[in-house]
């Protein structure tokens, strides 16, 4: 059974740092694409950051020199370092994950299948 968990939210003002995990586990195929979704309140999901299993990446534009998205095939953990943060950014932030890997790697949601439950990132001004 796949299982995403996902930590390292907080609160941080403008300007700072933070860097998210996902711990998964479960997958039985060698390549897989993985990404990190967020949501703010009344806005609809939407991709930040995907890597595929030969560590292809893909950004979205809000994001891009800012955001930095990595994985651990030892740890079987996913990253995403966030600097610069702003107050745009504060929103839930999910990880997910594909059992196929396509270059370059999507920030489509129908593309994933499976979602961890999210952790929250408040951005202050």
């Known amino acids: 059974q796949v299982q995403l968990v996902e930590s390292g939210g907080g609160s941080v003002q403008a300007g700072g740092s933070l860097r998210l995990s996902c711990a998964y586990s479960g997958y039985t195929v060698s390549t897989y694409s993985m990404a990190w979704f967020r949501q703010a309140p009344g806005k609809e999901r939407e991709g930040v950051a995907a890597?595929?299993?030969?560590?292809?990446?893909t950004y979205a534009d809000s994001v891009k020199g800012r955001f930095t998205i990595s994985k651990d095939n030892a740890k079987n953990t996913l990253y995403l370092q966030m600097n610069s943060l702003k107050s745009e950014d504060t929103a839930m932030y999910y990880c997910?994950?594909?059992?196929?890997?396509?270059?370059?790697?999507?920030?489509?949601?129908?593309?994933?299948?499976?979602w961890g439950q999210g952790t929250q990132v408040t951005v202050s001004s």
């Open positions: 890597i595929n299993s030969d560590g292809s990446t």
């Open positions: 997910t994950a594909a059992p196929v890997s396509v270059s370059p790697p999507p920030l489509y949601e129908p593309f994933f299948g499976d």
